[in-house]
Nanobody
Framework: VQLQASGGGLVQTGGSLRLSCATS????????IAWFRQAPGKQREGVSS????????YYTDSVKGRFTISRDIRQTTVYLQMNSLRPEDTAVYYC?????????WGQGTLVTVSS
């Protein structure tokens, strides 16, 4: 199982970024892919998730209306479109899949939002 997160960077408040999570090594359609983030000195928190088979989506309250998760089944990739970014969105973003009760994580991509 491999997860490759990318797309982070430095943006100003109000800006946008699109994160990608390219996956391999498992049957993409059978799972849900989640995005988590971890800000300096804080615990990792769930941001959004999507069930690949039926498109069921979850967002944490703080990103509703600003972030959009989507998936490309052919590319086995999940995206997180982040708009109206705020300084409090600054964190390392990780994608995640739970397979056979094991958590698999991508390497993380840093998002920095300047005020």
């Amino acid at each position: 199982v491999q997860l490759q997160a990318s797309g982070g960077g430095l943006v100003q408040t109000g800006g946008s970024l699109r994160l990608s999570c390219a996956t391999s090594g498992f049957v993409f359609d059978d799972y849900a892919i989640a995005w988590f983030r971890q800000a300096p000195g804080k615990q990792r928190e769930g941001v959004s998730s999507i069930r690949i088979s039926n498109g069921d989506i979850y967002y944490t309250d703080s990103v509703k209306g600003r972030f959009t998760i989507s998936r490309d089944i052919r590319q086995t990739t999940v995206y997180l479109q982040m708009n109206s970014l705020r300084p409090e969105d600054t964190a390392v973003y990780y994608c995640n899949v739970v397979r056979a009760h094991i958590n698999y994580w991508g390497q993380g991509t840093l998002v920095t939002v300047s005020s």
